[in-house]
């Protein structure tokens, strides 16, 4: 699929500012896309927007159909005092799930409502479940699946039934939540869409083993006796880590999957697609091979390369849906057999400005004067360094870039963009305006040239990560004048 040629911004909402803690799909949401449209752009990326587990991530979520509660505007409640730049998970939490609870209660002492009741019914095939296994989750202690009793962990029928008498107004409860959540997430559509924004979702290309959607189909995945991963996913040692990136993730059975003609991962890209406009399919690679480590290695350096399903899931994928309009991460170790699967269903790549200058082979790949024109091109993403962070940092603790490799790169981007780096961020965001990239996409940290106390997330890291948040102020007309002014120039 060929894209219009246009710009955007990412910006994930729970990075959205105001008092509750967290950015939600409410009047904060509204005005940042308001922003967009006087800014000329006419694209929102946004990460995976599932309810976070381990570590917050969007990529670690409870359930892959799901929408995450912490996201839904509560309006008129008095928040207690958060921090604005950033989330306090673990307070927000608290705070905003006593609310939600409480509503849930008042929802369900009133009369029914036919609304919720359609939605109810139109999404048991996973709502019940989830719901099932959220208010399981909260009965044991928040403990993974794999660990609860025999008879929950391995879904005796007889047991389930039991608990869903008992634990009736949690799971009720759960299902309201998701109720609120696409709902809001509908109207914010539909907001953006009168203002001639599309939004691009993400679809992650694992699930998280302590997920309703793992608990329900252990099936599918390589998991031992006890439900505990058997191999988990990631990436070999490459920019970010000299010893790999361990997910964790467990892998699929794509041979269970393939026998039942993909219907999982149909279910899954019909769910994304009723969402959003566009979506980035989360490390395109590993479903030509990928990297899977034993489970009980600490770190990703001694897995090996495993064929995935290759372009036969896309085929049911397009027999189902017809044109994908999809955008294929094809970052990392990419081989001509990950090109030719792109290329036969014409899905546009990505390319990142920060991965240009340095001494990886790839490097020229990502220059602009070598794009083609069906690609997405970032300054950064979500794993890198904000663009001046990147710009003036040592390497240590964060890339495997050594100081000479710095010094190399920096005197590159200098003689290729012609500038000094005063205002680096404007540099790479005007070098990909100009580019003939069809997409081009900056992170709002890049846009408002933050350091790299603003970035979002650094791979092969625990803890810290997804919290930065925006605060109103910071986005100013003359801001929105500057970029539109770009996309006018280059005809985005």
């Known amino acids: 699929m060929h894209f219009p040629r246009s710009s955007g911004i990412l910006l994930h909402p729970t990075s959205l500012p105001g008092a509750q803690g967290i950015g939600d799909l409410g009047a904060s949401a509204r005005r940042f896309a308001d922003f967009l449209a006087d800014a000329g752009q006419t694209l929102w990326q946004v990460l995976p927007l599932g309810p976070t587990g381990y570590g917050d991530s969007p990529y670690q979520c409870f359930s892959a159909l799901a929408g995450n509660p912490l996201l839904i505007a509560i309006d008129g409640a008095d928040a207690p005092r958060f921090p604005l730049d950033s989330v306090d998970y673990a307070r927000v939490i608290r705070w905003k799930m006593g609310l939600l609870e ?45 660990r609860w009793a025999p ?41 953006c869409r009168a203002r001639n924004i599309r939004i691009m979702g993400d679809l992650p290309i694992y699930v998280s083993h302590d997920s309703a959607d793992v608990w329900v189909r252990p099936d599918a995945f390589q998991l031992d006796e006890n439900g505990e991963p058997a191999v988990v996913a990631g990436v070999p040692p490459d920019y970010f880590s000299a010893t790999g990136q361990r997910w964790g993730n467990p892998i699929y059975r794509w041979d269970v999957l393939e026998a039942e003609g993909y219907k999982w991962w149909l279910d899954r890209f019909r769910a994304v697609l009723g969402q959003f406009d566009m979506v980035r399919l989360d490390h395109f690679r590993g479903f030509e091979a990928y990297w899977e480590s034993p489970a009980a290695e600490s770190t990703a350096e001694h897995g090996r390369w495993v064929k995935g399903p290759g372009p036969a899931l896309f085929e049911a994928a397009r027999r189902e849906f017809g044109e994908l309009p999809l955008v294929a991460e094809n970052l990392g170790v990419i081989t001509p057999e990950v090109e030719a699967m792109r290329g036969k269903f014409d899905l546009p790549g990505m390319s990142i400005l920060q991965f240009a200058f340095g001494d990886d082979p790839q490097a020229h790949t990502f220059r602009p004067h070598n794009y083609p024109r069906n690609i997405v091109a970032y300054t950064g993403t979500h794993d890198c360094d904000t663009t001046a962070g990147w710009w003036t940092s040592t390497g240590h603790g964060e890339s495997t870039r050594t100081p000479e490799s710095i010094a190399r790169e920096r005197e590159f981007t200098r003689r290729y963009l012609h500038t000094r780096g005063d205002e680096i961020h404007w540099d790479f965001i005007r070098a990909l305006q100009a580019s003939v990239a069809d997409t081009v996409l900056m992170p709002l940290q890049d846009v408002l040239g933050l350091g790299s106390d603003a970035r979002m997330n650094q791979p092969a890291t625990l803890g810290g990560n997804w919290r930065w948040r925006y605060r109103e102020e910071m986005l100013t007309p003359p801001m929105a004048a500057r970029l539109k002014e770009l996309a006018r120039t280059y005809d985005r």
């Open 102 to 146: 409480e509503a849930a209660r008042r929802f369900f002492a009133g009369p029914a409502d036919a609304s919720f009741t359609a939605f109810r019914g139109a999404n048991a095939g996973w709502l019940e479940d989830f719901a099932l296994f959220m208010a399981l989750k909260q009965r044991n202690d928040w403990a993974v699946w794999s």
């Open 151 to 191: 008879p929950l962990r391995n879904r005796d029928p007889r047991e389930l039934g039991q608990w869903r008498e008992r634990l009736a107004p949690a799971i009720d409860a759960h299902c309201y939540y998701q109720f609120l959540f696409f709902e809001q997430w509908r109207r914010l559509r539909e907001y």
